[in-house]
C-alpha cells in the first residue's frame, strides 16, 4: 500500500433489511450519499428518483441539465455525472468497477463516476474534477472524494491488452500493475484500480486526506457485493449515488 492510501472505515445503514455504507469523507451536512450492496434494490431508491448513467465504458463526463426531473429520468450516456442542482441523486451502477463520489461543500457541487479500466486508464476521475471547476467553479482543495467497493488488483487478473493500454496511456503504470511470479510466463497482471482513480484525484489536485476508499473487494465478498468477475452472468448490479439537498 502506498503510504499516501487511505482507507476510511464505512459506515453501514440498514433498515429492513436493506443495507448501503456511507464514509465519513463524504458526510457534509446538506450532502447525503451511499455506496449500494447486494441488499440495496433499484426499487428501494426510486423514491429518491435517480439520475442514471447509460454507461459505455468510457471518459465522457455530462452535467445534469436544468430541466424538470421527470425529464431526466432516462439514462444519460456517459460515465460520470455532475450538478450544482439540489435534489437530484446523481447515481452510478457497479459490479466490480470503481463507483466514485465527490462533493465540494463550499461550492455545492457532486459528482458521481462509474470507473472501469477503459475508463480509468483514460483519467475520468481527473476529468471529472476539471468539469466542476471549470463549469461550477469548484475548487480541488474543497474536493472530497470517496472511493466505494470495487475489485481490488487481489482479484483483477488481466492480460496484455489491458497492460498495453494502461501503460500507454497512463504514466501509473508501474505504481498500478504488478505480476506475480508464477503468472509471468503466462503473461498475467494485476490491476489495482483503486490505487489508479486515487492517484488522477491527487493529480488532479484533491488532498490527500480528502480521499478515502472503503477498502472492501467485490470480488472477495460474495455475500455483500455483486462482482462481474466471480458472477459472470448472474451477477446483478449495485447502485451508488450523491444528492445535494
Same mark, same amino acid.
Given at each position: ?33 451511499? +455506496? ?39 439514462? !444519460? ?11 437530484? +441523486? #446523481? ?21 458521481? !463516476? ?28 474543497? !474536493?472530497?472524494?470517496? #472511493? %466505494?467497493?470495487? !475489485? ?34 503466462? %503473461? ?5 484500480? #483503486? ?40 451477477? %446483478? ?9
Amino acid at each position: 500500500m502506498l503510504a499516501e492510501e487511505h482507507c476510511q472505515t464505512y459506515h453501514w445503514v440498514q433498515n429492513n433489511g436493506r443495507s448501503y455504507l456511507q464514509l465519513p469523507v463524504l458526510n457534509h451536512p446538506g450532502v447525503f450519499h451511499l +455506496f449500494g450492496t447486494r441488499f440495496l434494490g433499484n426499487s428501494d431508491l426510486e423514491h429518491y428518483k435517480p439520475i442514471r448513467l447509460r454507461q459505455v465504458h468510457g471518459d465522457r463526463v455530462q452535467p445534469v441539465p436544468k430541466a424538470p426531473i421527470s425529464a431526466l429520468l432516462q439514462a !444519460i450516456e456517459g460515465d460520470a455525472l455532475v450538478t450544482e442542482i439540489p435534489n437530484r +441523486f #446523481i447515481s452510478v451502477g457497479t459490479a466490480d468497477c470503481v463507483p466514485i463520489l465527490l462533493s465540494d461543500p463550499v461550492k455545492r457541487v457532486t459528482a458521481a !463516476i462509474h470507473a472501469g479500466w477503459r475508463g480509468s486508464v483514460r483519467n475520468i476521475a481527473d476529468k471529472t474534477v476539471q468539469k466542476m471547476i471549470a463549469v461550477y467553479g469548484a475548487k480541488p482543495e474543497n !474536493i472530497f472524494a470517496g #472511493i %466505494g467497493p470495487a !475489485i481490488h488488483s487481489c482479484c483483477f487478473e488481466v492480460a496484455s491488452d489491458v497492460v498495453a493500454a494502461v501503460e500507454k496511456q497512463t504514466p501509473h503504470a508501474h505504481a498500478v500493475l504488478h505480476q506475480e511470479s508464477e503468472k509471468q510466463e503466462e %503473461g498475467k497482471w494485476q490491476l489495482d484500480l #483503486i490505487r489508479l482513480n486515487r492517484l488522477q484525484l491527487l493529480g488532479a489536485g484533491v488532498p490527500t486526506d480528502h480521499i478515502a476508499s472503503a477498502g472492501l473487494c467485490t470480488s472477495c465478498l460474495p455475500n455483500l457485493f455483486y462482482s462481474f468477475r466471480r458472477d459472470k452472468k448472474k451477477r %446483478g448490479n449495485m447502485v451508488s449515488g450523491i444528492m445535494l439537498l
